[in-house]
C-alpha cells in the first residue's frame, strides 16, 4: 500500500503513519522536529522521520513490519550518531507498536529475531516537574534523558498516553 502524505502542525509527512505520531508527540508535549537533517553514512543517504531535541533523541518510523536491509541501514546511522536512536514500528495505540533502542542498546540484525514483540514501550516519568520520555519494559525502565534504569515501579508512568493515543487515532487530515 502506498503511503499517503499527509499535513499536520505545517509540515508535510511522507505518511499517515509519521503524522499519527507527529499528533502523538504534541499530545504529549514533546518537542519534535520532522526530518531535521540528511546524512551519508559510508555512502548510504539517510533521512529519520524525527528529532526530538529535549531527549537528543532520533526517532524513526516504519509499519509493523521492517526488512533486514532497513534495519542495517537504520542501525548503521543509530551507531554513527552519539545520539540515542529508536526504532517505532506500527500505530500509536497500546498494544499496537514495538520500540526498540539502538546503537547505544546494542541491538543488532541478528539480535532483532530473537527477541520478543514487545521489548518496549513508551512511558512517561514525573521525578520531576516536567514529564521525562522513558522506554518501558516488563522488568525495567530506561529514561532517555539521563539515560538512567529503574525497576520500572518508582517512577514510570502512563497517565497521558491514553490520551495522546485516542487523540492520535482520532485525528482527522484533509487529504492533499
Not at 542495517?72 to 554513527?80: C, E, G, L, S, T
Not at 526504532?87 to 500509536?92: D, K, V, Y
Amino acid at each position: 500500500m502506498k503511503p499517503i502524505e499527509t499535513e499536520y502542525n505545517g509540515d508535510l509527512f511522507r505518511s499517515r503513519l509519521e503524522a499519527r505520531w507527529a499528533v502523538f508527540f504534541r499530545t504529549l508535549n514533546i518537542v519534535y522536529e520532522y526530518e531535521k537533517e540528511g546524512f551519508d553514512i559510508d555512502g548510504v543517504r539517510y533521512l529519520p522521520d524525527f528529532f526530538l531535541p529535549d531527549y537528543s533523541c532520533w526517532v524513526e518510523i516504519k509499519p509493523d513490519s521492517i526488512s533486514e536491509k532497513e534495519y542495517i541501514k537504520i542501525n548503521a546511522f543509530a551507531k554513527a550518531t552519539k545520539d540515542k536512536f529508536i526504532l517505532i514500528s506500527g500505530t500509536p495505540k497500546e498494544g499496537h507498536y514495538t520500540v526498540r533502542m539502538l546503537a547505544n542498546g546494542n541491538l543488532d540484525t541478528e539480535l532483532l529475531e530473537n527477541l520478543p514483540v514487545d521489548d518496549f514501550t513508551l512511558a512517561l516519568a514525573r521525578r520531576s516537574s516536567e514529564p521525562e520520555l522513558c522506554l518501558l519494559c516488563e522488568h525495567c525502565a530506561f529514561n532517555l534523558i539521563d539515560k538512567s534504569t529503574d525497576d520500572g515501579e518508582r517512577w514510570p508512568i502512563t497517565m497521558g498516553l491514553e490520551i495522546a493515543y485516542n487523540t492520535a487515532s482520532q485525528e482527522r487530515f484533509e487529504n492533499r
